[in-house]
């Protein structure tokens, strides 16, 4: 039988990056590997919870981390609409929901049925006209079960550790998450690597973690200030 301390609990966690189609061979998406969100299935999983995970575009080499894991089930999903769905479908089962995927913002206007092709318009790029896709985290928090935590990422460019901070606690009453994980990004940092170093805010944007190494190592720390918020909830 599963031992830990999330045995009982049912996660949902989102990783990897949206893309969102400009037509049938090309998309835009984003640097997301999937990797920290990945590495928080695992642990969880690892801790005793059953664990949906949401892969959004992840390679395999990535996602072999949890496909050995009984008590995760993978479900792939490409675009934001896709992965909104989902989200919508898995979370009203579950005790937790940690959002780690890189969501596009946008989305291409009108998706051509057709490859475009640079000798039907010599000389005159195309334009492409975006549309804002729905925040999916703020409509999770709206739909809310009782008890439920959720928890959100923002990955910011920041100057200094007080910028990081104050973009994150508007971040958090914006999204009204119980915690949102912060950690600064740039051309070198966050995405394809190994390693992370993440701040944990809770609603209350008080610090209550502090976590660097690997992105299991932060997983875990995540996984323990989420556990903490369950335990808050209940009393
Ligand atoms: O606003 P920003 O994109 O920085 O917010 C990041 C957090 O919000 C992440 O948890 C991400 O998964 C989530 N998000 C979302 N839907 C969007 C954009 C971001 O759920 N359209």
Known sequence: AAEGDLVGL??????????????????????SSGKQGVAVAAAAADRGAKVVLLAANIDDAV??????????????????????????AAAAGAEAVIMAAAVADYRVADVADE??????????????????????LVGLVRERRPGQV?????????????ELLERGRRKLLRKGVDLLAVNAVGWAAGFESADNDIRVLDADGTVVAVAAGSKREVAERLLDAVRHEIDAAAR
């Open 63 to 88: 996602l072999a981390e949890v496909a050995d894991r009984a008590a995760v089930r993978i479900v792939p999903v490409g675009t934001t609409a896709e992965l909104e769905s989902a989200a919508h």
């Open 115 to 136: 490859k475009l092709r640079k000798e039907d318009s010599p000389g005159a790029p195309p334009t492409l006209t975006l549309v804002e896709n729905p925040d999916i």
């Open 10 to 31: 049912r996660v949902l966690v989102t990783a990897g990056g949206t893309r969102e189609p400009i037509d049938p061979v090309r998309y835009l998406g984003n640097r």
């Open 150 to 162: 959720i928890v959100g990422f923002a990955a910011e460019t920041v100057s200094s550790e007080d």
